[in-house]
């Protein structure tokens, strides 16, 4: 959501996101209020035409006044598939089910959640500090980024870098981790491409509102993606095998 605020009266733009957030909350654990169907759409879009999901965006802001999901049932999707997904890994890599816990709570908080958190907070202090259009006089309204749309902009981001960081990789992770200058290249590659797909979303959830300029800011990331690939492939780092390292040291 994204309140209006006047420049002469700021104390109502505090009422509604305080008033929204606990309902946000309340909702994650009531399944029968979510959109499930509507949640696999936009994940499905994301990963094929994200600019569509971003369109509905708009129609939900005309519609419910608001740019943030009022519905949790992303949050609580992505979190259940990354469970599987983490789970799966310590299956095949992880001989104690203590330690598998251990990993599976450490993703989902901090792969995922507490990271989210950090990412949302910079861009939506970024956004409201620096790349808010001034208003030309003080009878127009002023709007700002609302830090639930921030959160929703990560984890509409992160989806797709979850397929491909979690599910593709599994799959051909055994050739990945494997010693040599192919599984190097691939490798970086595949985080190459994933981590450019996550910024080059970022920059889609930030365009889409009028209010913003200077949103070309957020595809700078992938600029320094590009030049450090392959200084990283030539220094015959695998991130691969370094991200397995941390967590199943005894079977990689």
């Not at 949640?39 to 965006?57: R, S």
């Not at 956004?127 to 509409?156: I, K, M």
Request: one cysteine or more.
């Amino acid at each position: 959501m994204l309140p209006t605020v006047s420049k002469t009266r700021s104390t109502p733009s505090t009422s509604r996101p305080n008033s929204m957030f606990p309902q946000y909350l309340r909702r994650i654990v009531k399944w029968q209020q979510m959109d499930i169907e509507y949640t696999f759409w936009q994940m499905l879009h994301l990963c094929t035409a994200p600019k569509v999901v971003y369109q509905h965006t708009k129609y939900h802001k005309q519609t419910k006044n608001q740019w943030a999901r009022d519905d949790p049932a992303f949050v609580v999707i992505c979190s259940l598939l990354l469970a599987v997904a983490t789970i799966a890994y310590c299956a095949a890599y992880d001989n104690s089910t203590a330690h598998a816990v251990f990993v599976v709570i450490s993703v989902l908080l901090f792969h995922f959640l507490l990271t989210g958190v950090f990412l949302a907070t910079c861009c939506w202090f970024l956004t409201n500090a620096y790349l808010r259009e001034e208003a030309p006089n003080s009878h127009v309204v002023e709007q700002r980024v609302e830090w639930l749309y921030a959160f929703d902009v990560h984890c509409n981001s992160f989806f797709p870098m979850f397929v491909m960081l979690y599910v593709i990789h599994y799959f051909v992770s055994p050739l990945l981790v494997a010693h040599g200058f192919i599984p190097e290249l691939l490798s970086n590659l595949l985080f190459m491409v994933a981590a450019s797909y996550y910024h080059y979303l970022n920059f889609l959830g930030y365009d889409v509102l009028p209010f913003l300029e200077r949103t070309t800011f957020f595809l700078y990331p992938i600029g320094v993606i590009i030049v450090l690939s392959p200084i990283l492939i030539l220094s015959g780092f695998n991130p691969s095998r370094y991200f397995m390292n941390m967590y199943f040291s005894q079977r990689i």
